[in-house]
């Protein structure tokens, strides 16, 4: 990112104050950042604040005599790399899937030739309104990129798909905007299962586990970057959907298996979704009710079905490369040797749990690379980020092989 330039456009939302988070972020890592601030966007942030992360004149009137001349709209919006709004509003939004231009934000982005990197943060139901979601399609047909929204509990007490994504999943998506590396894994298509499976036991109760989706998620947005058409199948999380990535949001095992089996035909399929083992045989349709002196219920439970093993039956249209998971508290390479004949896959990624207790929800990750077909690879205790980054190398030099072998 060092050199790059980015006009940042913060529009009025509550997220705005994580505008200030991300130009500190671009900064260090050298882009210079220039911002446009709408007149609501300065209800929620200072010019003064931007300008002093920034270390540039914060622009935000379009007919200021000063601002015209010493730098037009048209040369703001030309002069930079990259055009980013965060937030981005759905009002900012509509604006922009119409060509409005009633004001610098606006006018900037009407005028410019550069990529353009929306944000968006809003409320859930604004976010889910067919005018929000028909703009968006607008949006994307144009060619605009954009990073989350992220599932969470909005400013407003709602919870819901909304909330502006992390500074490091926008600084992310910008930095793979602005340096296209060698995309290793371009025209492969790849499916990962990501995050626990929810089970219902009546409308309000369920059983589900502590899995966070962080190395799923981390695996799928590797992928993407590589170059991958990834379709990530996801059980309820808080992690951000990653950028570039299709996401499939699921809670149970049987949607997840469905979900996994309509993204098929793949290339490649990673499972790292905490799948529950068993489900509610039949799950209420009326909230189960206590009853004074009344026994505690049974649950009668049903075995779900193995996704990992199913995709990775042997036939035609499997992947050629099927990876699953494995969290063992002793003789972790036996263990997972066996696991790789027993559900057919090609890769297990085992993991000791006994020893990483902080793995669940945490950010490292300690894992053994475990194939059918090479000896076994102990990697440090690594970033799940960087975890993902090792298989998805592995992943393409596997797929390069196969090709050269094939040839
Ligand atoms: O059998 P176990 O749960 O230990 O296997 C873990 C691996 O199998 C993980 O890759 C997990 O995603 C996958 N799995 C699955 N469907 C299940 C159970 C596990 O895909 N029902």
């Avoid at 909230?287 to 049903?302: C, D, E």
Wanted: aromatic share 2%; hydrophobic share 50%; charged share 20%.
């Amino acid at each position: 990112m060092q050199g790059n330039r980015i006009l940042l456009i913060v529009a009025g939302g509550i997220a705005a104050y994580k505008s200030l988070e991300l130009i500190r972020r671009l900064r260090e890592r050298g882009a210079a950042v220039r911002c446009v601030l709408t007149r609501a966007g300065a209800e929620f942030v200072t010019p003064l604040a931007l300008a002093s992360l920034s270390g540039d004149k914060v622009f935000s009137d379009l007919f200021s005599l000063t601002d015209e001349a010493e730098m037009g709209h048209i040369r703001l919006s030309r002069e930079a790399d990259l055009v980013v709004v965060a937030p981005a509003t759905a009002d900012l939004i509509a604006k922009m899937a119409h060509g409005l231009a009633d004001d610098l934000a606006s006018t900037a982005l009407l005028a410019t030739d550069k990529p353009v990197l929306i944000a968006p943060a809003m409320n859930p139901e604004m976010w889910q309104h067919p005018a929000t979601q028909r703009n968006l399609a607008q949006l994307a047909a144009d060619g605009v990129r954009q990073v989350g929204p992220a599932p969470g509990e909005m400013a407003c007490g709602e919870t819901g798909l909304g909330r502006l994504a992390e500074p490091d999943e926008i600084v992310a998506a910008i930095a793979a905007l602005l340096a296209p590396v060698a995309r290793p894994l371009a025209g492969v298509r790849a499916l990962v299962t990501s995050g626990p499976t929810v089970e219902a036991i009546d409308p309000v109760r369920f059983i589900a586990n502590r899995s966070s989706g962080k190395q799923g998620h981390a695996i799928a947005a590797a992928l993407a970057g590589a170059g991958a058409e990834v379709t990530l199948v996801s059980g309820p999380v808080h992690e951000p959907d990653p950028a570039g990535v299709r996401v499939v949001r699921v809670e149970s095992a049987v949607a997840m298996l469905a979900a996994c089996q309509a993204a098929l035909p793949v290339e490649v399929a990673v499972c790292a979704a905490a799948v529950a083992d068993w489900r509610v045989a039949e799950p209420l349709t009326q909230k189960l009710k206590k009853r004074a002196g009344g026994a505690a219920p049974t649950l009668a439970l049903a075995e779900n079905p193995d996704i990992l093993k199913t995709l990775a039956r042997r036939g035609p249209g499997r992947p050629e490369l099927v990876i699953g998971f494995a969290a063992e508290t002793e003789d972790l390479e036996g263990n997972a040797r066996r696991k790789l004949a027993a559900k057919g896959c090609d890769w297990i990624l085992a993991n000791d749990v006994s020893r990483e207790q902080a793995t669940f929800g945490g950010v490292y990750n300690t894992v053994k690379l475990v194939r059918a077909d090479a000896e076994l690879e102990a990697w440090p205790r690594l970033s799940k980020a960087e975890v993902a980054a090792r298989l998805v190398v592995r992943i393409a030099a596997h797929l390069r092989a196969a090709t050269v072998a094939a040839a």
